[in-house]
Nanobody
Framework: QAQLVESGGGLVQPGGSLRLSCAAS????????VNWYRQAPGKERELVAG????????YAESVKGRFTISRDNALQNTVYLQMNSLKAEDTAVYYC??????????????WGQGTLVTVSS
């Protein structure tokens, strides 16, 4: 099925690192363009980073130089968000949104369930 599963969130101290994963729920599905979003309490959801099927990336100004988005080019069913030098203001629920191809059908803009990242000492 065209579902995405995020993992890797948790509690980390300021300056620490986490790696988030966004994976298709079945190994035979393929992920195309992916965007990571985040939503902090009381704030609107914002775009954090994106990667297209060709590997081109883009980042929000607030995370440039600290976050890296990448994809598993071999299996094409997992995308990662490496987050370094984390700050308290990075605390949010992180969501991936992707185009997923499953059994020759492409589902645009599929959302994952979200994973909570808390940056606190």
């Amino acid at each position: 099925q065209a579902q995405l599963v995020e993992s890797g969130g948790g509690l980390v101290q300021p300056g620490g690192s986490l790696r988030l994963s966004c994976a298709a729920s079945t190994s035979i599905a393929r992920i195309g363009a992916v965007n990571w979003y985040r939503q902090a309490p009381g704030k609107e959801r914002e775009l954090v980073a994106g990667i297209n099927s060709g590997g081109s990336t883009n980042y929000a100004e607030s995370v440039k130089g600290r976050f890296t988005i990448s994809r598993d080019n071999a299996l094409q069913n997992t995308v990662y968000l490496q987050m370094n030098s984390l700050k308290a203001e990075d605390t949010a629920v992180y969501y991936c949104n992707a185009d997923v191809t499953f059994l020759s059908a492409t589902y645009r803009g599929v959302w994952g369930q979200g994973t909570l990242v808390t940056v606190s000492s």
